[in-house]
Every structure is written in structure tokens, then in C-alpha cells.
């Protein structure tokens, strides 16, 4: 048996150490962490929704309805009215045939991928994918192919050289450790002259792109035609919990039938389909929080270009500064933690080696002083010579 604790030691020398913040508060700008009072940016809490009371009083009233727990699987009898009006709303909300509500993303995007793909198929995937997305192409045994970051012309050759099995190619969005956005039309019109599925995990996309926050395919205005298979996570601009695919009715009722991660598992809380529901129709009626977030991503980027550090290509509220080391994304985490100001440093295995970055969020409730204040705290780190 190999030793765990030297296994662990060797972490901590690599920096690559990982710890877990206790938090009292709610999400929010301001938390209390580990018993101090911080400025956090770094919430996929894009919207500021996963505290706003009326997704409060919905879970509430949820939970007095259906009480807590759902009892059992979709296909036993933890399906309820709640889950069902939620995924009506939710095809409607991104314009296709259907949608079918999954525990988490990770587990969507292993639902789907193992469900559709078989060992004579092929994944293509981006190599700064997600990790779920990873683990679900690896699950599915299907051939396992990675091209180079948004890189349409290598997955054109790749797709061209396949001799047999379906395809099904599979991108971020928005990418969550980089905040930029996949070349969706380009990968569309690919992928229909290939005959090959396409799937988009929009997880950082859902609630903040597109006019009524219908995520990037709405910023594209792509259709269900271009990409046959759109994942969304509601734990993320949503502001409550859970994941749903959407797509034409043939694929969720594959889904229904053979996708292991929706079958081989306890439904959600109603409740929390009843939080979600209140919280989708926010986002489609309150159009200035997508507005305020654009307008403090607009703010960030003018300050910290005018500090000189190095920002990322990314108009999305995803702002990566770019450190290199561990180390060196540790000790600026730790130099913005000293002001009051949380970050916590993103490193390998989530980013690739030499990548190490603090990614930095933006959220519709923050205010323009906070991102001034946050631009302090950073214009020290320049100063320091540390950027
Ligand atoms: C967070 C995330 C997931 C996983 O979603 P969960 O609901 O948190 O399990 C999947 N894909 C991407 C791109 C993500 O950022």
C-alpha cells in the first residue's frame, strides 16, 4: 500500500495543496470566511441570485408542499410537478424540443456522453474542457480525442480522419478557467457537414450571455439545428442547484432510457426545482443584471490594463490574471487575502501545468466601488513588483 501522508507532503512542497475555506454567510460579495469578514470575487454566482428572496421564499414553499427529500429516482416516483413544469420552462427558456433535469453537470455530461457513445465512437474534445466533460469521454470508452485549445482547423483534420463509429464532439461554451468563448458557429457548420453531434456545456454561459441570458448559443444565435445538445448547470448563474440537457425530443428520450448518471440516481429536492423556477424567471426579466455585470467587466479591464497586468481574451465574467507558478499564484492570493480581498489561486491539474492563475469573478452584485477597491488591491500587487 503506497503512503497517502507522502503522497500528501509531496502537494504541499508542489503548492499544489489544497484547503477548504469554512464560510458563515451566504454568497455574496462580502463573506465571512474562516471567521473573517472578506470581499470574495471569485462566486460563479454570476447573477447574484442564489440569495435573492423570492428564490428563498420558493424554496421555502417547495419544501412545505413536497417536504425535503424526493424519495427516489425520476423513473421510480421522485418525479414531481415541480421537476416536470421546471424542464417545460427550461426547453422554452432556450428554444428546443426538451429539457431533462440531471443531479449535477458532472453527471450530465457523463449521462449524455456514455448514453450516445459506444467503443467503436469517437469524443472529440477541447483540451481546456472541463474536467466533467473529460470524465465522461473516458467513461463512455468511446476513442478519446483532445485539439488544441478553440482550434476549428485541427478538429476539422481529426474529424476528417475518422473511419468509423459516430462522432460526437464536445466544447465549454464559455471556458471556466479562461472566460473566453468557443467558435461555435465555426464548430456547428463542421460538425453538421460531418455528420457528427454537438455539444455544448454551458455552464458558464447559462444566465449571463444572450439577451434573455439563454447562454452562448443565444450570443451566437445558434439553434437547436447547429447544436443538437446543450447542457446547462443552475448551480452557477442560475444562483440554486442541479444541471439539465436540452435538446430535440429523440435525444431526451435516449437520455431517459439509457443515460446511467439520470437513471441510477435519487431525483432533487422539488424545492429546489421550485427555487430554480423562480430564480429562470428572474433572469429573463431582470436585464440590467446582465447589464450591470457587462458594465463592471468593462470597468475591470480599462483599470487593470491601465495597471499593466496581464488579462486574459475574455469578455465574459470569468477575468484570469495570469501568474505561472503555483507559488506565484498562491502568494498573490494570499497578498489579496491580507486586504480583505478573496481570490483563491486556480492551479494544476485544473489548469494546465505552468498556468497557474487567480480568477478573478465578477457578480451583478457587486457595485463599481468594490471593483475599484479590488483594483487597489491588485495596483499594490503591480507595485510590489509581483505582477
Ligand atoms: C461547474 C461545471 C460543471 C459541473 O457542474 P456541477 O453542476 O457543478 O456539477 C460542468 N461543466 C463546467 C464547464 C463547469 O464549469
Redesign the pocket.
Known amino acids: 500500500m503506497k503512503s497517502l501522508a507522502s503522497e500528501l507532503a509531496r502537494r504541499r512542497e508542489d503548492h499544489l495543496y489544497r484547503v477548504r475555506r469554512v464560510s458563515d454567510t451566504a454568497q455574496g460579495p462580502e463573506q465571512r470566511i474562516n471567521g473573517k469578514s472578506l470581499l470574495s470575487f471569485c462566486s460563479?454566482d454570476y447573477l447574484g441570485l442564489a440569495n435573492h428572496p423570492e428564490v428563498v421564499a420558493a424554496l421555502q414553499r417547495g419544501a412545505e408542499q413536497y417536504g425535503v427529500g424526493s424519495g427516489s429516482a425520476h423513473l421510480v416516483n421522485g418525479h414531481s410537478t415541480a421537476h416536470h413544469a421546471l424542464e417545460e420552462e427550461l426547453a422554452e427558456f432556450c428554444g428546443r424540443d426538451r429539457a431533462l433535469l440531471?443531479?449535477?453537470?458532472?453527471?450530465?455530461?457523463q449521462g449524455v456522453i456514455a448514453a450516445l457513445l459506444g467503443r467503436s465512437d469517437t469524443v472529440y474534445q477541447d483540451r481546456l474542457?472541463?474536467?466533467?466533460?473529460i470524465d465522461g469521454g473516458l467513461l463512455s470508452r468511446a476513442r478519446f480525442k483532445r485539439y488544441a485549445h478553440a482550434d476549428v482547423v485541427a478538429l476539422k483534420g481529426q474529424l476528417d480522419a475518422q473511419d468509423r463509429g459516430e462522432a460526437l464532439v464536445a466544447t465549454?461554451?464559455?471556458?471556466?478557467m479562461d472566460g473566453d468563448i468557443a467558435p461555435l458557429p465555426e464548430m456547428a457548420a463542421i460538425c453538421r457537414d460531418r455528420g457528427a453531434w454537438l455539444m455544448v456545456?454551458?455552464?458558464?454561459g447559462i444566465g449571463v450571455l444572450g439577451e434573455r441570458g439563454e447562454g452562448s448559443l443565444g450570443h451566437f444565435n445558434l439553434g437547436q439545428e447547429d447544436v443538437p445538445i446543450l447542457?446547462g448547470?443552475?448551480?452557477?448563474g442560475i444562483g440554486t442547484?442541479?444541471?439539465f440537457v436540452a435538446g430535440p425530443d429523440e435525444l431526451i428520450e435516449t437520455l431517459i432510457q439509457q443515460a446511467r448518471a439520470y437513471i441510477f440516481t435519487t431525483a432533487t429536492p422539488p424545492a429546489v426545482a421550485e427555487a430554480t423556477r423562480a430564480s429562470l424567471r428572474l433572469v429573463q426579466q431582470e436585464r440590467w443584471r446582465r447589464e450591470h455585470l457587462n458594465s463592471l467587466i468593462r470597468q475591470f479591464r480599462q483599470g487593470a490594463a491601465q495597471l499593466g497586468l496581464p488579462l486574459m481574451a475574455s469578455q465574459t465574467p470569468i477575468q484570469p490574471i495570469l501568474a505561472g507558478s503555483s507559488e506565484q499564484a498562491l502568494a498573490w492570493s494570499q497578498m489579496l487575502e491580507a486586504q480583505g480581498i478573496l481570490v483563491t489561486a486556480i492551479r494544476p491539474p485544473t489548469v494546465p501545468e505552468g498556468s497557474a492563475r487567480l480568477r478573478i469573478t465578477f457578480s451583478a452584485s457587486h457595485t463599481e466601488q468594490q471593483v475599484n477597491r479590488l483594483l487597489g488591491a491588485l495596483e499594490q500587487l503591480a507595485t510590489a513588483g509581483a505582477a
Open positions: 460563479n440531471f443531479s449535477t453537470g458532472y453527471m450530465a455530461n474542457n472541463h474536467a466533467s466533460l465549454d461554451g464559455v471556458f471556466s456545456d454551458d455552464a458558464h447542457m448547470t443552475l448551480g452557477k442547484f442541479g444541471a
